[in-house]
């Protein structure tokens, strides 16, 4: 528990210190084409889930509040109730609860004026990657990149800890 708490700190801090240097420096400039074409830095506000999913419905927030506090509970029961599985599922999960916290703390206390005047509470995203010329994938942040690389690993150390069958 000791490893996925320190994994999940590193990783929250991470992703809310790139979240904060992105509002304060991106917000009202123009990107960064760090690789034009292929690796971006741009401010983009999410106010609804993975690509955008239900953006314009304000009700949404407290259901992806909801849905996140519950699942960083569902990992950290598996965490203690798998703690002997060796050093991958405590990395994993670690890397998962540090991106859920990061994402759940913008959807608590990060709001914007948006174009009609309404105050919205969101997601600060910058990470715009091209998947093929003029092709963009929608912007992401470190916590998803946590998030992702946590369930990969997960799964991995979810595989590898199966019981074998026998055989006969």
């Known amino acids: 528990m000791i490893a996925l708490g320190a994994v999940a700190a590193a990783g929250l801090a991470l992703d809310l210190s790139t979240k904060a240097w992105v ?5 009202r400039h123009p990107p ?21 999913f239900l ?21 950290l029961q598996l965490a203690w109730r798998w703690s ?6 405590p990395i994993a999960t670690g890397l998962l609860v540090g991106g859920a916290l990061g994402n759940l703390h913008d959807r608590l206390f990060r709001s914007m004026r948006m174009f009609d005047r309404t105050v919205r509470h969101g997601v600060v995203d910058f990470l ?7 092709q963009r994938w929608p912007a ?3 916590a998803d990149v946590l998030l992702l690389v946590g369930a990969v690993l997960l799964g991995l150390a ?5 019981p074998r069958a026998e055989v006969t």
């Open 32 to 52: 960064k084409r760090l690789v034009p074409g292929v690796f971006h830095l741009e401010f983009a506000f999410n106010t609804g889930s993975a690509f955008g």
């Open 128 to 134: 715009v990657v091209f998947y093929q010329p003029k």
């Open 55 to 75: 953006r314009d419905a304000t009700w949404s927030r407290w259901v992806f509040v909801a849905i996140t506090v519950a699942s960083i509970a569902y990992v």
């Open 140 to 142: 992401f942040n470190v």
């Open 158 to 162: 979810l595989w590898r800890g199966r």
């Open 84 to 89: 002997q599985r060796g050093v991958l599922l």
């Open 23 to 27: 509002w304060e420096e991106l917000r």
